[in-house]
Structure formats: C-alpha cells, structure tokens
C-alpha cells in the first residue's frame, strides 16, 4: 500500500481537483479528507495535571483488559 499527502481547496460550487504525483500508480484509491477546522481542534491542556484531572473524570469503557487485549490481537492477525 501507498500513501500519498496532497493539498487541495474546495470551492463553493467547484469540483475537489488533485494532481497526484507524477509516479503515482494507475487503478482505484481511497481519498480522505482532512478539514482544517479550528472548531473541531480541542483545546490544549496548560498541564499533565490538568490533563490527568479530565481524564479521571471520563466514564470508563465497560471493557475488561482481556476483551482488549483480544481485539487488539484479532487487529494484528488482520493486517497483512
């Protein structure tokens, strides 16, 4: 597989247009795209400590350390 990172803009009433590299395979890909959307950015944290402090206060995941640790490694046995 390979990965290629391009920039682009989209326009009000416009087709997206990319122009991938010149080496860049023929057939079918995967396009994602990536806003820059300052809404969606979370704010830093000042500290570790202020980190630490909303982290304590996230509900957990009703998950057990196994149930993780079995899909973590039904993950790895996917990849090629």
């Not at 990172?5 to 890909?29: F, T, Y």
Request: glycine share 4%.
């Amino acid at each position: 597989m390979r990965a290629d990172r391009l920039k682009g803009r989209i326009e009000p009433n416009k087709p997206l247009i990319l122009h991938p590299p010149s080496d860049a395979p023929p057939g079918d890909v995967d396009v994602i795209l990536l806003y820059a959307s300052e809404a969606n950015t979370p704010a830093p944290y000042a500290s570790l400590s202020e980190f630490h402090t909303w982290l304590r206060q996230q509900p957990p995941s009703g998950r057990a350390r196994a149930d993780i640790d079995r899909e973590l490694a039904a993950e790895r046995d996917a990849w090629e």
